[in-house]
């Protein structure tokens, strides 16, 4: 039977000040912080995309395809963020290794404190695509990996692209707290057309 395909809603954005308002909570910081599943704690970063070697900010579309030359820089929240095209200070280019480390994203214009932060989508779509082009192909190319195909994750408001069309505005970088689902072969909503992955069935025989 085909999977069951279930209306979702849209997963909100988390907008998070950064410095306290009146009558608001109080403020992230750097340090603990609940995590989206309200697991154990975590701790909070700003992932920002950077020029390689020269370390300048970019707009993170060039991170989230893999274009050469960029790479993620990680900066503790509380910390000064540049905008788009001024040379990022602070941040180191390999990922956190807390254990459960929850990742933020900042407006092109960055900030000193003050900047609005937004909390990367819990639930996404993966689409198998060709790297290279970003075309959707069928999903058995990325359930075997190889190194030319890889699953591209597109948020549940955006548009999931047909077999044979060119995936935009994802990522092929993944949170670990990323709830996955798959799409038609016709794409469509995403908030529309996603649906839950038919479990694997149970392996049969001695154990």
Known sequence: MPPTRTRLALSLLTLVPVLPLAGCAEPLREGPLPGPDDGPPTTAYVELCVTVPALVRAPDQRCDDERPGHAWSFVATGRPVPAVGRKAATGVLREPSDAKPAFYRAPPEGGDGETELVLRPASVVEVCVRKVTRVRVQERHCVQPDSKHAWYDLGLDRQIPPM????????????????????PAEGGEGSEVAFAPAPKPPATGSP
């Open 164 to 183: 044979g069309a060119k995936a935009a505005r994802g990522s092929f970088r993944r949170t670990a707290y990323a709830v996955t689902y798959r799409a």
